[in-house]
């Protein structure tokens, strides 16, 4: 039987190949190769496109059985900067949320990402402290779960240089300092355990 995510993620990867798009993965998917593995349902997946290159986006997706979710994609992706896409091919059936990357924290994100082993196969995933700050920037607490668990599992790997330049631009920018401090509280209860 194949690996529904498995699956997904090689359709995904032809997918941009063909479009010759850069891109990430990231949530569940990526807390899975770095810290603590937990079920996911769907992929989640950071992509640069033009402004012009969401009608050929969405024709080439469902080449690859990625469907739209809301009726008009088009003005939801212009409101949320997200689209949202169901997956049903090879009688694999899934979800993808594919997000348009509007910041320079997500298009470094997808520069530095690179292939791991994930699901049994190859994937592009974002890297451990691309992925620290992406869980660190919202506000959900599922996601500052995944940032602990990934900063407890990569340890010393981490570079934590990295994780608090961007911390500090994104505190000048958005007036959010206290990131940084739940960053360095999180590192400090960890190295205590």
């Known amino acids: 039987m194949k690996n529904p995510i498995g699956y997904q993620l090689r359709e995904i990867d032809r997918l941009m190949s063909e479009l010759k798009a850069e891109y990430a993965i990231l949530g569940g998917v990526a807390v899975s190769v770095y810290g603590e593995p937990r079920l996911t349902y769907d992929v989640d997946v950071n992509v640069i496109l033009g402004k012009g290159d969401i009608e050929r986006f969405l024709k080439k997706a469902k ?22 896409l169901r997956f049903s091919k090879g009688g694999i059936k899934g979800r993808g949320d594919f997000i348009v990357a509007r910041n320079p924290l997500e ?41 602990i668990s990934v900063i407890k599992r990569q340890g010393a790997a ?33 190295r205590k355990k």
């Open 158 to 190: 981490l570079d934590t240089r990295y994780i608090n330049l961007w911390l500090g631009k994104v505190a000048k920018m958005s007036h959010m300092p206290a990131l940084a401090r739940f960053f360095k509280e999180a590192r400090r209860e960890i």
């Open 63 to 84: 080449e690859h059985g990625f469907l739209p979710l809301p009726a008009n994609i088009e003005g939801f992706v212009k409101k949320t900067g997200v689209m949202p």
């Open 107 to 147: 298009f470094q994100a997808i520069k530095r990402a690179h292939y791991v082993s994930v699901y049994s196969t190859r994937a592009k995933v974002i890297r451990a402290e691309d992925l620290v700050l992406h869980k660190l920037l919202s506000n959900r607490p599922r996601d500052r779960e995944d940032a």
